[in-house]
C-alpha cells in the first residue's frame, strides 16, 4: 500500500478523478488578499504580498493568487465541494486564511457542504509590525466537517490555538510554507492509518507532517518546481512501521 501520492495538475480537474475516501482534508489555498482594488491585486504577485524586500533568498513565485473576494469565495467554494464529496462521513476539513479573507472562507466551507465547527488561531511569534496599529501576528484556521466529528478511541483532545513561525533560511522551500510542528498537530484530525488529502500541497508540509504522524497523504499542487520539491521531501520520509 502506498503511503503519499502526488498529482501534478489543477485541484478541480484532479479532484474529481481520486477514488479512495479521504479521513481529512488539510489545505492552505493562495489567499488572494492584499491590495486596495483590482489593477493593485493584479499586478501584485505571491512574492510581492509575502515576501519582505529584504529577504535573502528566490523561492518560485505561485499562480492563482490575484482573485477579488467574490472570484476567490467562489473558486474555493467549488474546491470544497469537490472535497467533500472525497471526504468520510465524520471527515474534518482544516482550511488556513487570514483575517482579511475569513468570512469569504467560511462562506466557502459552508458553501461546499461541510458543518463549520470553529476558527483555530496561529500565532506567529516572528512577524511583522504593523506602523501606528496592531502586529498582524495571527492567522487562522477554519475546522469544519461532513457530519457529526469522527469519534476518535481513544478519545483526542487537540487544542484550541497554535504557535509557531515559518521556517527561515534554507528550511524554507515555499513563499508560504507552513511550520512543520503546527502541521503535526492539525493531522491528528484523522485516525492513525487514515488518508489526508491536501489541494494545494505546496512544498508537502502537510504531507511530511502525515507520514510522520502515522498517516497517510495525497496532494495536488499546479505548480510543477513545488510538485517536484514536496515529492523529493516525502520521498526521505517513511512512514512509521512500513518496511
Known sequence: MSTWTIHEGDALTILPT?????????????????????????????????????????LADFDGDTRDQRGYTYWLGQILAASYTRTRPGGSL????????????????QAGGYTWRGIIP??????????????????????????????????????????????????????????????????????????ILDPFTGSGTTGAAALAAGRRFVGIEQAPAYAAAARQRLDERVLPGTP
Open 18 to 58: 481520486l477514488t479512495e475516501p479521504v479521513d481529512a482534508v488539510i489545505c492552505d489555498p493562495p489567499y488572494n488578499s492584499g491590495g486596495r482594488t483590482n489593477a493593485e491585486r493584479r499586478a501584485q504577485g505571491a512574492r510581492d504580498k509575502y515576501v519582505s524586500g529584504d529577504a535573502q533568498h528566490a
Open 94 to 109: 482544516l482550511v488556513f486564511t487570514d483575517w482579511a479573507q475569513l468570512p469569504a472562507t467560511s462562506d466557502a466551507l
Open 122 to 195: 496561529w500565532r506567529k511569534p516572528i512577524s511583522r509590525p504593523l506602523k501606528d496599529g496592531f502586529r498582524r501576528e495571527c492567522e487562522y484556521v477554519l475546522w469544519g466537517s461532513r457530519g457529526d466529528p469522527l469519534r476518535h478511541a481513544p478519545t483526542i483532545y487537540l487544542p484550541g490555538w497554535l504557535e509557531g513561525s515559518q521556517p527561515r533560511g534554507k528550511a524554507r522551500v515555499h513563499i508560504t510554507q507552513k511550520p512543520e510542528s503546527i502541521m503535526r498537530q492539525l493531522v491528528q484530525i484523522a485516525p492513525v492509518g487514515g488518508l
